[in-house]
């Protein structure tokens, strides 16, 4: 199996699995909203309000390539909001469905409200998967019809993606150029758009939540450690999220290789900017194979724009004030078994390795501990286990405890122990809570997902709302770093009291140690 593929796995790979319906009635034109770039027109489809293709930014290509999002110059006339717009180049493989196609004008997003002209609805922006190498905000699991019938104003978007987000070109080109995080700058971005104009869409500018899944929960905490985010957002949700970061001096190397391969040694700027996106994407395999990236090519690089390791950054009080629901799948990498191919031969593997390495646990400790704690799975199956946990439960844990240690913004914590029928609570299967079905199509077998669905919408809707994520049946209590009380999501939600107790006692530093000063 091929590295990026997985990666990629809840954004390409997950939409190209399997793509459920979408609306077939003759939509109707919403009524013209203006915002502060211009006018936009979009459709009412199934009694929801939906605005597509919203461009936040100019193009980043040509003078705009490598460097921050330049906000969108105004428009004349009305722009005609029906149809999704270009997605951003995909390192990670092209998605399949009826996604749009690449293209170099893809920062766009898209809006989803029950009435635009309501006031003060909850707003929730939805930062999609694909492991900073693929995926985009109009894949259809992400289409926002059931939050807005919630009482929501969901956003979804796209932001740059593998060498046109992460590649590291600020020690070669000066301050500015490619400073390693563009993909995040992007975010951060829409979050900025949605200050100027979420009111015309009938949100909150005050009450923002930004939310994700893989990849997409990973950007969300990266968000959170990144200057100039502050004050633009009120509450996060990173589900699942692989919170690692690159360092500059393995970002460099990479850098170097790109531009050696490229044939651009010694050449401008200017040079690098003519380069065709496509060859940035066919020379992935070759930056890959060099295995400076720790753990993989593309991340957010830790630098002057982000200061500090995504998973430190509760620690060192970023994002204290913010409300906080954080959480993981059960089995996160049991896909390996799916997918087939040898899963030591992947950057799971390798990533769990380093980490408990870094952290002074023993391998054969962790190992017993796990078999103690999970004794329904097999040898193969406990291993699959941790490299699941390294690389997503394990940063999830650290950060919980972070912002729990602070008592300005609440915390909450869950478990996702919903099974489907083929793939277990295997990584993406939250997505469901879209209400738009499973991911990975035939492979994730034929139970429905509606109940959990439903259950998870209607806490993630609470919490935006107010910082509280309870429903009817369920209260939930904030998480701790002493009793660690964790929310079991499945059709009926429970509570799990200290659930990882026991794979943490072996862990040794991993869940304690500093991740950015310890090469995590």
């Given at each position: 199996?091929?590295?990026?593929?997985?990666?990629?796995?809840s954004?390409?790979?997950?939409?190209?699995?399997?793509?459920?319906?979408r609306?077939?009635?003759?939509?109707?034109?919403?009524?013209?909203?203006?915002?502060?770039?211009?006018?936009?027109?979009?459709?009412?489809?199934d009694?929801?309000?939906?605005?597509?293709?919203?461009?936040?930014?100019?193009?980043?290509?040509?003078?705009?390539?490598?460097?921050?999002?330049?906000?969108r110059?105004?428009?004349?006339?009305?722009?005609?909001?029906?149809?999704?717009?270009?997605?951003?180049?995909q390192?990670?493989?092209?998605?399949?469905?009826?996604?749009?196609?690449?293209?170099?004008?893809?920062?766009?997003?898209?809006?989803?409200?029950?009435?635009?002209?309501?006031?003060?609805?909850?707003?929730?922006?939805?930062?999609?998967?694909?492991?900073?190498?693929?995926?985009?905000?109009?894949?259809?699991?992400?289409?926002?019809?059931?939050?807005?019938?919630?009482?929501?104003?969901?956003?979804?978007?796209?932001?740059?993606?593998?060498?046109?987000?992460?590649?590291?070109?600020?020690?070669?080109?000066?301050?500015?150029?490619?400073?390693?995080?563009?993909?995040?700058?992007?975010?951060?971005?829409?979050?900025?758009?949605?200050?100027?104009?979420?009111?015309?869409?009938?949100?909150?500018?005050?009450?923002?939540?930004?939310?994700?899944?893989?990849?997409?929960?990973?950007a969300?905490?990266?968000?959170?450690?990144?200057?100039?985010?502050?004050?633009?957002?009120?509450?996060?949700?990173?589900?699942?999220?692989?919170?690692?970061?690159?360092?500059?001096?393995?970002?460099s190397?990479?850098?170097?290789?790109?531009?050696?391969?490229?044939?651009?040694?010694?050449?401008?700027?200017?040079?690098?900017?003519?380069?065709?996106?496509?060859?940035?994407?066919?020379?992935?395999?070759?930056?890959?194979?060099?295995?400076?990236?720790?753990?993989?090519?593309?991340?957010?690089?830790?630098?002057?724009?982000?200061?500090?390791?995504?998973?430190?950054?509760?620690?060192?009080?970023?994002?204290?004030?913010?409300?906080?629901?954080?959480?993981?799948?059960?089995?996160?990498?049991?896909?390996?078994?799916?997918?087939?191919?040898?899963?030591?031969?992947?950057?799971?593997?390798?990533?769990?390795r380093?980490?408990?390495?870094?952290?002074?646990?023993?391998?054969?400790?962790?190992?017993?501990?796990?078999?103690?704690?999970?004794?329904?799975?097999?040898?193969?199956?406990?291993?699959?286990?941790?490299m699941?946990?390294?690389?997503?439960?394990?940063?999830?844990?650290r950060?919980?405890?972070?912002?729990?240690?602070?008592?300005?913004?609440?915390?909450?914590?869950?478990?996702?122990?919903?099974?489907?029928?083929?793939?277990?609570?295997?990584?993406?299967?939250?997505?469901?809570v879209?209400?738009?079905?499973?991911?990975?199509?035939?492979?994730?077998?034929?139970?429905?997902?509606?109940?959990?669905?439903?259950?998870?919408?209607?806490?993630?809707?609470?919490f935006?709302?107010?910082?509280?994520?309870?429903?009817?049946?369920?209260?939930?209590p904030?998480?701790?770093?002493?009793?660690?009380l964790?929310?079991?999501l499945?059709?009926?939600?429970?509570?799990?009291?200290?659930?990882?107790?026991?794979?943490?006692?072996?862990?040794?530093?991993?869940?304690?140690?500093?991740?950015?000063?310890?090469?995590?």
């Open positions: 199996m091929q590295r990026r593929h997985f990666l990629a796995a954004g390409a790979a997950v939409v190209a699995a399997g793509i459920p319906g609306a077939t009635e003759t939509p109707m034109h919403t009524p013209t909203v203006t915002l502060s770039s211009g006018k936009v027109r979009g459709r009412i489809v009694g929801v309000h939906r605005f597509l293709g919203i461009p936040y930014a100019e193009p980043p290509f040509g003078e705009h390539r490598f460097v921050a999002p330049v906000p110059s105004r428009w004349d006339g009305v722009l005609d909001a029906a149809e999704y717009g270009a997605i951003c180049p390192t990670g493989g092209v998605p399949g469905g009826s996604e749009p196609d690449e293209g170099e004008d893809c920062l766009n997003l898209n809006v989803w409200t029950p009435d635009p002209g309501a006031k003060g609805l909850p707003v929730m922006v939805w930062v999609h998967g694909g492991g900073q190498v693929a995926g985009s905000g109009a894949a259809a699991y992400y289409d926002g019809t059931h939050f807005a019938k919630s009482g929501v104003v969901l956003i979804t978007n796209n932001r740059r993606l593998g060498a046109e987000g992460y590649l590291y070109l600020a020690e070669r080109f000066g301050e500015g150029v490619g400073p390693g995080n563009l993909g995040i700058l992007d975010q951060i971005e829409v979050l900025r758009w949605v200050q100027e104009n979420v009111e015309r869409f009938g949100g909150d500018p005050g009450n923002v939540t930004l939310f994700g899944e893989s990849g997409g929960g990973a969300t905490q990266a968000v959170v450690a990144t200057t100039g985010s502050k004050g633009l957002v009120h509450r996060v949700i990173p589900q699942s999220g692989g919170h690692a970061a690159q360092r500059p001096d393995s970002a190397a990479i850098a170097d290789v790109a531009l050696r391969t490229l044939g651009l040694e010694g050449e401008s700027l200017d040079a690098l900017r003519a380069v065709p996106w496509q060859r940035l994407v066919e020379i992935y395999g070759v930056l890959d194979a060099t295995e400076f990236g720790r753990p993989q090519t593309y991340l957010p690089v830790i630098s002057e724009a982000m200061p500090m390791h995504p998973a430190d950054a509760g620690h060192a009080g970023a994002g204290s004030d913010l409300d906080y629901l954080i959480g993981t799948c059960l089995d996160e990498a049991r896909l390996f078994s799916a997918f087939g191919g040898d899963p030591a031969d992947t950057p799971f593997h390798r990533r769990a380093r980490l408990l390495a870094v952290g002074n646990a023993d391998w054969d400790a962790v190992v017993a501990a796990y078999r103690a704690a999970r004794p329904e799975l097999d040898a193969a199956g406990v291993e699959l286990a941790i699941g946990d390294m690389w997503f439960r394990a940063p999830s844990i950060i919980a405890d972070g912002h729990a240690g602070h008592d300005l913004g609440r915390t909450y914590m869950y478990l996702f122990t919903w099974e489907s029928e083929r793939l277990g609570a295997t990584h993406a299967m939250d997505i469901a879209f209400g738009n079905g499973l991911p990975f199509g035939p492979l994730a077998g034929d139970r429905s997902p509606d109940r959990v669905a439903e259950q998870m919408r209607a806490s993630w809707v609470n935006a709302r107010s910082g509280d994520p309870s429903i009817p049946g369920f209260d939930w904030q998480y701790d770093a002493e009793q660690r964790t929310a079991s499945n059709d009926e939600f429970s509570l799990l009291r200290d659930p990882y107790r026991r794979q943490r006692a072996a862990l040794g530093e991993v869940l304690t140690m500093n991740w950015g000063e310890r090469g995590a």
